[in-house]
T-cell receptor
Framework: DTAVSQTPKYLVTQMGNDKSIKCEQN?????MYWYKQDSKKFLKIMFS???????INETVPNRFSPKSPDKAHLNLHINSLELGDSAVYFC??????????FGPGTRLTVT | DQQVKQNSPSLSVQEGRISILNCDYT??????FLWYKKYPAEGPTFLIS?????DKNEDGRFTVFLNKSAKHLSLHIVPSQPGDSAVYFC???????????FGKGTRLHILP
């Protein structure tokens, strides 16, 4: 009964392809996030959704498009993948005023 | 432009001793601070937090100290155990509901 789950765990693809990463949380949280951890190990917020509405977009290229079909799911679609997109992507969720719960991460490798 | 800095990439401590992980921040408006722990191939997990109105918060073997005038916080783990070997991320936000800014992490090795 994983709290925050992501699929796939690993994703290897070629430049120019389009791919999606899925995230689901069964904690009943209203707010969900996508983070990117790059090769320098910085964990940076990309997007935040609250009850299916976008509330934070941290100047991420518009090749990245999050979609929240319901408040338990936040998917990340990436168009025209570039080498620099290689990173570990983490989904997270939280209740107001609470700490964030992270998924296990998706390691994306663009070749 | 790092707002949260963890200047020690790694730290090795003998089992049973105290581990002290340090963190500095630049934004004086930060009001809420957190530590997360991360094992390989897993997501970060929340460890402990502190609000700016306090200078210390304790939870079992973990204590976080905050020095607002120095814009510095530290995490003390005592006694250190093998299972504490992980990467520790310091993080800060403007308030409990705002986005969290993470440091780069410090890898802690607990030596037998």
């Amino acid at each position: 009964d994983t709290a925050v789950s992501q699929t796939p765990k690993y994703l290897v693809t070629q430049m120019g392809n389009d791919k999606s990463i899925k995230c689901e949380q069964n904690l009943g949280h209203d707010t969900m996030y996508w983070y990117k951890q790059d090769s320098k190990k910085f964990l940076k917020i990309m997007f935040s959704y609250n009850n299916k509405e976008l509330i934070i977009n941290e100047t991420v290229p518009n090749r990245f498009s999050p979609k929240s079909p319901d408040k338990a799911h936040l998917n990340l679609h990436i168009n025209s993948l570039e080498l620099g997109d290689s990173a570990v992507y983490f989904c997270a969720s939280r209740i107001p005023g609470g700490e964030q719960y992270f998924g296990p991460g998706t390691r994306l490798t663009v070749t | 432009d790092q707002q949260v800095k963890q200047n020690s990439p790694s730290l090795s401590v003998q089992e049973g001793r105290i581990s002290i992980l340090n963190c500095d921040y630049t934004n004086s408006m930060f009001d809420y601070f957190l530590w997360y722990k991360k094992y390989p191939a897993e997501g970060p997990t929340f460890l402990i937090s502190i609000s700016s109105i306090k200078d210390k918060n304790e939870d079992g073997r973990f204590t976080v100290f905050l020095n607002k005038s120095a814009k510095h916080l530290s995490l003390h783990i005592v006694p250190s155990q093998p299972g504490d070997s992980a990467v520790y991320f310091c993080a800060a936000s403007l308030n409990r509901d705002d986005k969290i800014i993470f440091g780069k992490g410090t890898r802690l090795h607990i030596l037998p």
